[in-house]
């Protein structure tokens, strides 16, 4: 029989509640108040901080705190991107952000789902699918991406709007549930 941890890595329904995960939550909360809290004078300290607590830190790549995560190993920063204030990355499945990327603040990445019925939700079954987001993207302030989303290289996605399925690379995105507007050259 596979742990809850296994069947939350496959992306299959699982409850948090195992040790191993409840370690993995707790690693990822002092490691997050360790950056949240390093000096704005020492970037080296801020940068190791993040180093150690997301699972890959491109070249370049500098995020703003303060910064909330679920694991943090399950995110991977690409080279030269910025994650502005107060991003939430629940990366209970993969989060893969490109490089060159442009994250607004208060933006949030959310892998994980619940159950629509009651009693599996009751029971806190939960479950998780992966977000990548392109090279070259930018989510303006306030955008929601949810579970499961790709999001095109050069895609522009306007502020507050929220992501529910893919978009396309090269697009403009706006509104709730984010809708294309315009394509880009």
Request: hydrophobic share 45%; net charge neutral; charged share 20%.
């Amino acid at each position: 029989m596979r742990s809850m941890r296994e069947r939350m890595l496959a992306g299959e329904p699982y409850i948090a509640n195992e040790p191993e995960i409840i370690a993995d939550l707790n690693r990822a909360a002092r490691l997050t108040e360790r950056f949240n809290r390093s000096a704005a004078d020492d970037p080296q300290d801020r940068l190791a901080a993040l180093r150690d607590l997301l699972g890959s830190v491109g070249e370049d790549a500098w995020v703003r705190p303060p910064l909330h995560c679920d694991y943090g190993w399950q995110t991977h920063l690409g080279a030269r991107s910025f994650v502005n204030f107060n991003a939430v990355l629940l990366d209970v499945a993969r989060i893969t952000i490109g490089a060159d990327v442009q994250i607004g603040p208060n933006v949030q990445l959310l892998t994980a789902t619940h159950p629509v019925e009651a009693e599996p939700r009751r029971a806190k079954w939960e479950s998780a699918q992966p977000i990548t987001i392109g090279d070259n993207v930018w989510l303006g302030g306030g955008v929601i991406v949810l579970a499961g989303v790709t999001i095109g290289a050069n895609t522009v996605v306007g502020a507050g709007a929220v992501v529910t399925r893919d978009l396309p690379a090269n697009v403009v995105a706006v509104g709730n549930p984010a809708r294309v507007i315009r394509t880009l050259k």
